[in-house]
């Protein structure tokens, strides 16, 4: 079935460090991919979004490219800050099912 | 105006009670769900309805029973909660095509004691 993984953490950074969180996907065709994220004590937020490979999706100095050929969708960012501090979520979805996620990776950012 | 609101934000219980979250959306979205946030954050689908009509009903104990009396609003009813059964439970909606994302509610955090 379908399924995500991405890696695990938590991940800690100092302040303008550069950001990466990997993702990869699993699917019998191709799916739409997003980037949630989910500040402490809040729902989520979908952050980015890609509908098709070679796709690319940015928001907030957040970026995540579809790669068809690694079936991968890693989130990244240039410079995070001490507000990037949240849990993110890889997430896909296929016509006919609910979208599925990965597990989280809880990034903390210290100034 | 919150787009998906869910009631009560939090929920403390007994185990053996019932009780019941509500969730509207007024995004005009045709289809909502139910996801279960367990305490190592982990997000799991639970059900699934397409205008009023369940369409995804995962491996869940039948003490939870979902309704749609319309397409903007869904209930979640839980009978004869468990201790397992404390989690953060959230509601989102979505358009029909799989390239849109969700749009989820705060959360409820459910509390079994």
């Known amino acids: 079935g379908n399924s995500v993984t991405q890696m695990e953490g938590p991940v800690t950074l100092s302040e303008e460090a550069f950001l990466t969180i990997n993702c990869t996907y699993t699917?019998?065709?191709?799916?739409?991919l997003f980037w949630y994220v989910q500040y402490p004590g809040e729902g989520l937020q979908l952050l980015l979004k890609a509908t098709k490979a070679d796709d690319k999706g940015s928001n907030k100095g957040f970026e995540a490219t579809y790669r068809k050929e690694t079936t991968s969708f890693h989130l990244e960012k240039g410079s995070v800050q001490v507000s990037d501090s949240a849990v993110y979520f890889c997430a896909s979805n296929q016509a006919g099912t609910a979208l599925i996620f990965g597990k989280g990776t809880t990034l903390s950012v210290s100034s | 105006d919150t787009a998906v609101s869910q009631t009560p934000k939090y929920l403390v219980t007994q185990m053996g009670n019932d009780k019941s979250i509500k969730c509207e959306q007024n995004?005009?979205?045709?289809?909502m769900y139910w996801y279960k946030q367990d305490s190592k954050k982990f997000l799991k689908i639970m059900f699934s309805y397409n205008n009023k009509e369940l369409i995804i009903n995962e491996t869940v104990p039948n003490r939870f029973s979902p309704k749609s009396p319309d397409k903007a609003h869904l209930n979640l009813h839980i009978n004869s909660l468990e201790l397992g059964d404390s989690a953060v439970y959230f509601c989102a909606s979505s358009q029909e095509e799989e390239n849109y994302g969700y749009t989820f509610g705060s959360g409820t955090r459910l509390t079994v004691v």
């Open positions: 699917a019998t065709g191709y799916p739409s």
């Open positions: 995004l005009g979205h045709d289809t």
